[in-house]
């Protein structure tokens, strides 16, 4: 069941509700040619649950409408032509799948709302260390699955600190949601910016190789340049980029390397960029 919903996730909407659609449809033959020896209502939840879920109200609905038609009209040719079936039986079916439908709809709203607000930073309206290591798992999958390349970015803004404490911490929240902005107008729509905590940032940048990763981040800090110039932040970036050639054991070990890159910037003259290809342990 778990693999047939990750399958359904990387599906459109559209060939769920055909899906959906053509399991009432199989439903209502199964129905129509055993008659009352065996009773499917119950069943047809799992489609109108899927159309609900993968696609709308309006999708949830329109099939609790053909659902319930099917029956009513499956159970007016197994027997006499009983007019207030419509009430007795269509109408019920209707307003229990139709309610199903909402229901399910409303809990997929409020399960993607929780779900992006656990995975997002408040302040920066990016993702947060929990989301960014969900993206960098599933990128480490991908690279081992498919042979990709990918870079990783490490950021620190240097003299924060001093932001903080002279111009007071709304100012350096400003300061946080600007570098946040910058990084994710420069890069790519595909490439995930994060702030992990305090004043440190991190990109990953999939399928990328070294020279595509420098080119691109060297916008990025064109940007942030001109950016904290123009508001009159005395601070600077020291950053580490690298591209795993090898693909890292987990996650903490690409973490690690581009930290310690990160830092060796920042244990030297700061306000630089260093770069690495890693290729895997010695």
């Given amino acids: 069941m778990k693999t047939l919903f990750s399958t359904l996730d990387k599906r459109p909407a559209k060939y769920v509700w055909r899906l959906a659609l053509l399991t009432v449809l199989v439903?209502?033959?199964i129905s129509a040619a055993f008659g009352n020896i065996i009773f499917l209502e119950?069943?047809?939840v799992f489609p109108i649950?899927?159309?609900s879920w993968y696609g709308s109200k309006k999708t949830g609905v329109s099939l609790a409408l053909v659902s319930s038609f099917l029956l009513l009209l499956i159970n007016e040719i197994q027997s006499d032509f009983d007019a207030t079936k419509i009430v007795t039986y269509g109408l019920p079916c209707f307003i229990s799948f139709s309610v199903l439908?909402?229901?399910?709809?409303?809990?997929?709203?409020v399960h993607r709302v929780e779900s992006t607000a656990a995975d997002t930073d408040l302040l920066t309206n990016i993702f947060n260390p929990r989301g960014f290591y969900i993206e960098l798992a599933n990128e480490l999958l991908r690279s081992a699955r498919y042979?990709?390349?990918?870079s990783l970015v490490y950021l620190d803004i240097d003299n924060f600190k001093f932001v903080n404490d002279s111009q007071g911490h709304a100012e350096g929240d400003l300061l946080l949601i600007e570098v946040a902005r910058c990084l994710k107008n420069?890069?790519?729509a595909t490439d995930i910016v994060a702030r992990l905590g305090g004043d440190e940032f991190a990109c990953l940048l999939p399928e990328t190789k070294q020279e595509d990763a420098i080119a691109a981040f060297s916008?990025?800090?064109e940007l942030l340049k001109s950016q904290m110039s123009h508001s009159d932040w005395p601070v600077s970036f020291s950053v580490g980029l690298v591209t795993f050639e090898a693909i890292p054991t987990d996650i903490k070990e690409a973490m690690k390397v581009a930290d310690d890159l990160m830092?060796?910037?920042k244990k030297s003259k700061k306000n630089n960029i260093s770069y690495e290809v890693w290729r895997g342990q010695a």
């Avoid at 042979?147 to 990918?150: E, L, N, P, T």
């Fill in 49 to 51: 649950t899927l159309a």
């Fill in 186 to 188: 420069a890069l790519r």
């Fill in 219 to 221: 916008k990025a800090r």
């Fill in 101 to 109: 439908a909402i229901l399910i709809t409303n809990f997929r709203n």
């Fill in 42 to 44: 119950l069943f047809y």
């Fill in 263 to 265: 830092y060796s910037v």
């Fill in 147 to 150: 042979k990709h390349i990918f």
């Fill in 27 to 29: 439903l209502s033959g």
